[in-house]
């Protein structure tokens, strides 16, 4: 059974993205490494663990999301592709996007916002209270 992160449109659309951030092959130091962390001893006796150096942008990516050698040199070329063009477009990327999101989604609310949170839940009691129970007799 073949891996969906194996699959040929899979691959091909990684090999677009690298003509898109300017990643060549030949400027690649692909090296495989002995896997750490959880896993076993799998991981510890086998070199799954794939680094890629892009020589030109001297832009270094470790990956050992899977036992699977194969999937994590596709995972290291997706992830060396992201970097590369967060480093080129900057603010624009996703991942910078939802960090953002995140950081704003855990700061606490100020002063102003809390009182203001209060003052509209006060309003909408006030207007719930003042609803009447529906009688039989009207």
Avoid: C
């Amino acid at each position: 059974m073949e891996h969906p992160y194996l699959k040929t449109e899979s691959l091909a659309r990684i090999r677009g993205e690298m003509d898109e951030a300017g990643i060549f092959e030949d400027d690649l130091d692909e090296r495989f490494i002995l896997g750490s962390g959880s896993g076993g001893q799998k991981v510890n006796k086998t070199s799954s663990a794939v680094q890629l150096i892009h020589r030109p942008t001297n832009t270094i990516v470790k990956t050992q999301a899977t036992r699977s050698r194969e999937i994590n040199r596709w995972l290291a070329r997706r992830k060396l592709v992201e970097t590369i063009l967060e480093k080129i477009h900057g603010e624009e990327s996703k991942r910078k996007q939802e960090e953002a999101k995140i950081r704003r989604q855990k700061k606490r609310r100020s002063r102003k916002q809390k009182a203001k949170v209060l003052a509209d839940k006060r309003h909408n009691a006030g207007i719930k209270a003042n609803r009447k129970a529906v009688s039989a007799e009207e």
